[in-house]
């Protein structure tokens, strides 16, 4: 059986658009910079970049590239919580088609269970790593930071000074400029979590990043065999479904994506963002 061609289409630009943001976001890797990705990512962020300001230099002045900047500078270097918000929805949204197109067909009382409760867990730990305090050093706490971590004369050295906190440097601290104040054990400003992550919530932030993982690995691990079930189902009575060579089966499976839509989506859901949410933990590992 042939592959509907519109739902070829959809498919094609879904992958499209994922191997699209795997370039964005991974292709500065060191191991990648001289492959096609690092190459992609390099196209994506300077020449497209370049290209961009020279036609909008012609056309607006310039206009449209202040606009996109101050977008941007908001977006990355503010604290907001969009990212948050998206982050909530996506994973409301896809728990909402799942209930409507999955629920009645969990197969075991145990699923029943343990899906309200990993559908929890994202939830939980976005929270616990948003608003935990990831390690502020204030005048008041000035004196603990410092004997936190010793100083290895080599990355971390004694004696230097922040100039907008105005104390010495703990070892190991950075200055946020977003959070506005020195972090102890600072690894970055995480625009997903709104906050920075530090000594304090480092432990809930790899919760946040493995519970999203592991929604993501259950959500498609159960929908794809359903999609299988709803496959053998869709077969002429007497069909050895054994038989059918790998194409063929193909074929079917991505058929059968669309015979339930929200099964579908939230299957191609699972497993597109699933990948970019595996490969961004392996990043922070």
Known sequence: MDLDPAFRDVLLAILSLSFIVFVALFGHVPALRKTPIGWGHHFIWKTLPRWFIAIDVKITG????????????????E?????????????????????????????STF????????????????????????????????????????????????????????????????????????????????????????????KYFFAFLMSTNIILIYGFYLTSIMIHELLVE?????????????GAYFNQYMLCLVLDVCLGVVCLLCLMTGLMSIGFTGYHL
Not at 234 to 246: E, R
């Open 62 to 77: 310039g206009l449209m590239v202040r606009t996109v900047k101050g977008l941007f500078n908001y977006v990355m270097y």
């Open 79 to 107: 604290k907001h919580p969009l990212i948050q918000l998206f982050y909530v929805g996506l994973v409301s949204g896809g728990l909402y088609l799942f209930y409507l197109g999955a629920w009645d067909r969990l197969w």
């Open 111 to 202: 699923h029943k269970i343990m899906v309200p409760i990993i559908s929890s867990l994202p939830y939980i730990t976005l929270y616990l790593a948003s608003y935990t305090d990831p390690g502020y050093i204030l005048p008041e706490n000035h004196r603990g930071a410092m004997k936190l971590y010793p100083f290895d004369y080599i990355n971390f050295k004694p004696g230097y000074h922040c100039s907008t906190c105005r104390f010495e440097k703990p070892a190991r601290s950075k200055h946020c400029p977003i959070c506005k104040h020195c972090i102890a054990k600072q690894d970055h400003h995480c625009v997903w979590i709104n906050n920075c992550v530090g000594h304090k919530n480092v």
């Open 234 to 246: 869709s077969l002429p009575a007497g069909t050895d479904i054994s038989k059918l060579s790998w």
